[in-house]
C-alpha cells in the first residue's frame, strides 16, 4: 500500500507539472513548435515478452496499453506521468528436489514518470521510470526437503521498479505510432524485458 501511495504521489506531482508546463504553452491546434505532443492520450501496445525466474526464461505474446498526459516545456521537453497494463502467461517451470515448480506471470500494472525530448517536431524520444505491481502464481509439486511428497499454490502479486526507453512518431496531430522496451525488477527476485510496438490518439484542447 505504501509503494501504491509512493506511486501515486509521484504521478500526480507529474500531472501538476506537465499541466503547468501546458498552460505556458500556446493553445493552437499543432501545439507548440508544430508539435502535437501534448494534453492526454491513450494507446494500445502489443509486445515479445520475456519473464524471468529461478534462473531460467520463458517468452511470451503480450498485449495491453497506457494512458497519459503530455506537457511541453521550452518548445523542446516532454514531461509527464503514464499509469500501463500489460497481460501475457509467461510461465518458468524448475525441477528442485525432483519435483516441478512453476512460477507464472498474469499481468502488470506501471505508474511512472515520462520525460523526452522532440528531436522534430513529430519525433519524440523518450525514458521513463517507475512502479509497477506483478499478479503471480507459483505452484510446486513432489517430495519435500525430508523426501516425503508435499505440494504448495501460491497466488498473489508483488512490487517492484520499472525502467524504459522509446520513441513516439506523429502521424497526425491526433494519431501517433511508438515503439519501446521496459525492463520490470519485482521484489520475489523475478524480473521481465518487453519490447513492444504501440499506436494511439490524443485528445488536445
Known amino acids: 500500500m505504501r509503494n501504491i501511495l509512493f506511486a501515486a504521489s509521484i504521478a500526480a506531482l507529474s500531472l ?14 499543432s501545439g507548440v513548435n508544430g508539435t502535437s505532443f501534448r494534453g492526454f492520450r491513450a494507446e494500445g501496445r502489443i509486445a515479445a515478452d ?47 528436489l525432483g519435483g516441478t515448480y512453476a512460477q507464472k506471470s498474469f499481468r502488470e500494472l506501471g505508474a511512472g514518470i515520462r520525460a523526452g525530448y522532440l528531436v522534430q517536431p513529430k519525433l519524440l524520444v ?16 513432489g517430495p519435500n526437503n525430508s523426501g516425503t511428497a508435499g505440494a504448495f499454490y501460491n497466488k498473489g502479486s508483488t512490487d517492484g521498479y520499472q525502467l524504459g526507453a522509446g520513441a513516439e512518431y506523429d502521424v497526425t496531430d491526433y494519431a501517433y505510432v511508438g515503439a519501446g522496451y521496459r525492463y520490470s525488477n519485482y521484489n520475489d527476485n523475478t524480473a521481465r524485458q518487453r519490447v513492444f510496438l504501440s499506436a494511439g490518439v490524443r485528445f488536445k484542447p
Do not use: C, L, W
Open 50 to 96: 520475456r519473464f524471468q525466474s529461478q534462473g531460467v526464461h520463458d517468452n511470451k505474446f503480450s498485449y495491453g496499453g497506457a494512458v497519459g498526459f503530455d506537457g511541453v516545456i521550452a518548445d523542446k521537453f516532454v514531461v509527464g506521468p503514464e499509469f500501463s497494463y500489460m497481460r501475457s502467461r509467461a510461465e518458468n517451470v524448475t525441477n528442485p
Open 126 to 141: 523518450y525514458g521513463i521510470g517507475g512502479y509497477v505491481n506483478d499478479k503471480q502464481r507459483a505452484a510446486f509439486t
Open 16 to 29: 501538476t507539472t506537465a499541466a503547468q508546463a501546458q498552460d505556458a504553452t500556446t493553445s493552437d491546434a
